[in-house]
């Protein structure tokens, strides 16, 4: 779990992270579902590999759809390698969004597990 102090000095909300493994269990029992699961990566990215049922959000774009993202269910949020998808989740939480979740290791070590070489 990340907390942290936003460029105000003010106490940030919270986000969890999730392991590849915790996940893809999550993704396979369509419990992911519940939620929404979102992809930072630009279309290029996405185009060569991506999960069903999730969102092509690219960062840049997240200011500007914020309004699309529910705030009462979770949001899972996937990248590359995971850099990407912290930095989402922590602007995400500072705009208060409460049940945000940072995929570790991003759509690399998803495809790993499912055996596809992303890099």
Not at 14 to 42: C, Q, W
Not at 65 to 75: F, N, Q, T, V, Y
Request: some cysteine; hydrophobic content about 40%; proline content about 4%.
């Amino acid at each position: 779990m990340y907390n942290g102090f936003n460029e105000g000095g003010g106490r940030m909300r919270e986000y969890e992270h999730i392991s590849p493994g915790e996940f893809m269990k999550k993704y396979d029992a369509g419990e992911t579902k519940n939620g929404l699961v979102i992809d930072v990566r630009e279309p290029f990215e996405w185009d060569y590999y991506h999960l069903d049922d999730t969102v092509l959000m690219p960062l840049q774009t997240i200011p500007s759809s914020l309004g699309e993202l529910p705030d009462d269910k979770a949001i899972y949020v996937v990248c590359a390698h995971g850099v990407r998808s912290e930095a989402a989740c922590r602007y995400l939480a500072a705009q208060g969004f409460d049940n945000v979740v940072n995929v570790l290791g991003g759509m690399a070590a998803l495809a790993s597990l499912r055996g596809f070489a992303y890099d």
